[in-house]
């Protein structure tokens, strides 16, 4: 179980380097329910491996601080009460030096019991789940700092990047055709996917074309000027009463100054770069966007199989090429880039595959008890650890939400 022990320690490690730059100020702020303090972050994925793993299976294992489990379990109704999730950023204390002697309390725990243990496939499934689990908080304490440091009116860096460069000109609209047919959903081998992906099942698609890259900011603006946030025509009812009750009128994170568009980066302020793909619009915003230009966003399946059409950018370990904690790329090259950009929105409900079982216990509340008026979105972001992207990947959001990396990409039917 060496390897496991390996990815245990830098799996762990990744999550202390995400915070390494911030203030102890920066730890502690909620400013809305969905964006939880980083310091919860980094708790709350210490107490999944002491909960589901240490005190389950290692008899000797002696609790850090019985409090914990009240504040920082997510959800989990099956282990115990819990601090409500819009109070997260109530929790002063503990202080982020004691979540840091938590998280070391547990690694050394953690690392004792993986080498000295004989592992059944059961724990070694949840280990990983756990690991799998805290790649997700990875991607969520990215876009939640981002959150934080673009609501403070300074707009700090949070990751210095290369200078956001004006390039990219060329962009086509090139499509790939997809043959109507019955096509295979659902993951298939023995590594690890969620529950949610699992059940490989057939669905009829009628023939679609589908655009090779993602749509970039300087065509939503083209949207934003013909007055796509002023007429309702191309918006579903709910999108609509969204854009008048929050008055919104740009994706999040993007200003006027002096009648130029600028917008919030992890690099800073910065002038919106018209060659980037868009992010940061909800689903409404995707949607009507989609129907502006006459055409509209594949469903999770058509997404699924149009990515097994196209050949992936992958590393020499095989893992997915993206700009992982930095800006996303959009070129128009002739290259397919499905992973590692955005976030894309399909016009999918969030709901189980057929076959689709819970596991018993508290593991099956990970993701079943979720599918419900949510949208699932597909490809991994820019803020998407690498080797935790697969085409079977189904992310999943309520349709008015856009703090994470969320774009979208055009198709239509033939």
Not at 69 to 78: A, G, I, V
């Amino acid at each position: 179980m060496k390897n496991l022990t390996n990815k245990f320690g830098r799996v762990r490690q990744q999550s202390e380097k995400l915070v390494s730059t911030l203030s102890p100020e920066d730890f502690v702020v909620q400013p809305v329910v969905d964006v939880s303090p980083p310091k919860w972050h980094l708790a709350h994925t210490t107490w999944f491996f002491e909960q589901f793993v240490l005190g389950n299976f290692d008899k000797t294992y002696r609790v850090y601080d019985e409090d914990f489990n009240y504040l920082f379990n997510s959800y989990y109704e099956s282990v115990g009460k819990r601090v409500l999730r819009a109070n997260r950023g109530n929790l002063t204390r503990p202080g982020v030096d004691e979540v840091l002697k938590y998280r070391t309390y547990v690694n050394e725990k953690m690392v004792d019991f993986l080498e000295t243990y004989e592992l059944t496939t059961e724990i070694h499934d949840i280990v990983e789940l756990g690991l799998q689990h805290e790649q997700q908080h990875q991607e969520l304490l990215v876009t939640d700092i981002k959150y934080i440091l673009g609501n403070n009116p300074l707009f700090p860096t949070f990751w210095k990047n290369k200078e956001n460069q004006q390039t990219g000109g060329n962009l086509h609209d090139r499509y790939t055709e997809v043959e109507g047919g019955v096509y295979k959903i659902g993951y298939e081998g023995d590594d690890f996917h969620f529950d949610n992906e699992k059940g490989v099942h057939q669905v009829y698609l009628q023939p679609y074309r589908f655009q090779s890259r993602l749509i970039t900011n300087g065509e939503y603006l083209e949207f934003m000027e013909a007055g796509g946030y002023r007429h309702f025509e191309h918006w579903l009812m709910e999108g609509w009463e969204w854009v008048k009750a929050e008055k919104v009128s740009a994706p999040l994170y993007w200003h006027k100054v002096d009648d130029e568009w600028y917008y919030y980066t992890l690099n800073g302020f910065e002038k919106v770069n018209l060659y980037e793909p868009v992010t940061h619009i909800n689903f409404f915003e995707a949607d009507a966007y989609a129907s502006w230009r006459g055409k509209r966003i594949m469903t999770e399946f058509e997404w699924e199989v149009a990515c097994k059409k196209v050949e992936p950018r992958v590393d020499d370990q095989g893992n997915f090429v993206n700009s992982e904690y930095f800006r996303p790329k959009c070129n128009d090259n002739g290259h397919h880039q499905m992973f590692g950009d955005t976030w894309e929105w399909t016009s999918s409900a969030y709901l189980p595959y057929p076959y689709f079982q819970k596991a018993p216990g508290a593991i099956g509340e990970y993701n079943g008890k979720f599918m419900i008026n949510q949208k699932v979105l597909r490809g991994g972001s820019c803020a998407t650890p690498s080797d935790h992207i697969r085409h079977t990947y189904r992310n999943f959001f309520h349709p008015h939400l856009r703090w994470q990396f969320t774009g979208l990409r055009l198709a239509e039917h033939i």
